[in-house]
């Protein structure tokens, strides 16, 4: 069964009690840096068993490694006579895995299983060895790891060794007990070259073909040692011929004989004391663990949400509403000049008034409607939450019944109060939506003027990346300014895989519940005739703020900071934000290398399915491949530090673009696309919910532009009639069901 590292991701997270910051990246071995909190771990292609032994132990080195300690005890490893890293790591390694099973008693099969399976592959390089000739650091490591599979022989002082580790508690008496079995190994060391004994160099007497240290009449007990063989067995396999089965003669095969305790160990070698600074076993399970890495598995970018300066992002109401009122008077005068041309303006700008004059007026029956419904919901939401309890006071109108009713007690109804809420509104400012702006408009509008109702407050964002020069004087000064933009403006600092906020990036603050409703309503009109003349009008619109790219992903980014900022600021509760496009966003980039020059950053495109999300120490992969899987991932990352906000996209759909609509965004709410148009022709919208979007509604642009007033020509034949009321009958249907699901949300 395949291992999956996400799920693996969140047991590191568990496990630690701590929201770590866990990576899966193409490295050699796992690694835990105990400053950023950060786990790093390979892509492992091996089994449950040894993936999640794996993860346990770095987790513990997590939750008990001390980052000084550990730091200071790396650094005195380099001082002379220090104790060596290999020896503070396997002591460490003993401790921090026996905590961490103690802690999750479930991890010890985890541990002994996983374990098994990596000695069954000789992991640690033991098979063929003479184990009990190891270096002492390396019985205690195949002891804690592998012991269970093994007959390893310990001394007596080695024993205290294995006493203490198995009782350590703190990192100190890891060092402690770190540098008492390095000295104790270098003991061992000097003993073994003390008792090395060269080779004769004369034939030897009698036949004997034994190489050995004493003479023939020694009458001397203790044994001498002999080096290690470094070899496999020798060419006198016949041990029967070479060993005698009471004495210790001179027919045994010096390849043969094993030190103090005169057993033969054939062809077996034991460990390198010619270094006794480094582990053989933990070198060669470090080197073997290599091999378990993943090499066809596809490496994360892990791309973090950076801190922004709002500052330089958010261009105030007052700055966008004096540019647009000082542009549009400056239209009307020169549409009082006696030239024709400003005449032809003029007319044209004035009918442009007196259409949006028109539709405020018109638009009141629908805002009415949505205040009516969002009363009632409220009304409806209080009566469910209240509560009635008996107070234990009699009810003196009831006494008389006392005989056959024992309800006689008075009773208090309890209405808790309801939450707060508030309303924030991203609109795309974007080239494709010049041909539905207008009605877009008028969308919003009508959401704007039912706020101002309820009152409730709300702010309205134009999502931009060409309307920075709103800070600057004049249009000369365009090409000039342009060049010193740099994507170190918008953010506090330029880090390595941040998201890049693209320094043209702006949210203009077209609208606020913090202004009059006389200046909001100008500002309205200003927007209607900058709608309006940026499609077919004749008059000029204001080219400071024309129509540009579609930074959907930076406006969200941003919203996460600015949603905080507006509950605290309006006190509420709840918090909804509301994007109005017609599309996914432009294609974003995160900070990288500069691929021309290594010493500077520069940017790299973002692949879906290449990139993680990081937030707050919060993974989010992205599911698919395109760019609304990973604006959806990144709404969910962008909400999992407000737990108070929610998102609700408004999508307006082009003709044939439901499903495409469907496909990025509606597969787990509805299992067919056939569904999915039935309910579109219906209602002239549907409604999608996520993980991401709280509510995703996609709207056709011809639900849009239908009107819900009879518009019958005078004279006109009965079939014309009819199409007439089935066309406002329809329009009406699909308003009242958008705006029952709009209230569901915001009640």
Known sequence: MPVNIDIKGNLSKLL????????????????????????????????????????????????HTPMEEWKQATIDAREPNGTPVPYLNIVEDARIERLIKNKYAGLSRDFYKGYEELNAIDFFEIADKDINNFKLIDKINLYFKIGAYLCLEFNDTENQFITEISQAETFAQVVDISRRIYEYTKEQQQQKQQSEVPAPQSAPQSGNDIESGQSDDSDDDNTSYVKAPQSGKSDDTDDADSKSDDTHNNDVDADDWDDESGSVDAGKSGGDWTNIDQSDTQSSFDENIKGLNDESAMEKTYINIPALNLDNIVIPFETIHNALTEHFNAERIHAEQPNAYYNSQYATLKDTEQDFFAYKKSASKDVNHLVKEFEMKKSADSYARQAIAKTGVLDTSKLHSYLYNEDIFRKVTTIPEGKNHGLIFLLDWSGSMSSILDNTLKQLFNLVWFCNKVNIPYEVYAFTNDSWILNHNSDSEYYTASSKISASDNVKSLNMNDLTIEGTFRLVNILSSKQRAKTNDAMMLNLWLQARGMRYALYNYCRKFALSGTPLNEAIVTTGELSKLFIKQNKIQKCHVIVLTDGEGQHSSYNDICRYDNSKMGSSYIHSHRVAIRNGGKTFIPEGYNDADFTTKLVEAVKSDLPNVSFIGIRILERGGLRYFYERYGRRSYDMFDEVQALSKKQGAVFFKGQAFDLMCGINQTTLHASDELEVEQGAEKRAISNAFKKMNRSKKSNKFMVKEFIKVIA
């Open 16 to 63: 630690a009690t701590e929201n770590l910051i866990v990576e899966h990246r193409k490295v050699q071995t796992a690694s835990f840096d105990l400053q950023s909190r950060v786990l790093t771990l390979p892509m492992w292609d091996t089994s449950n068993f040894v993936y999640d032994m794996l993860v346990a132990h770095e987790v513990s080195h997590a939750l």
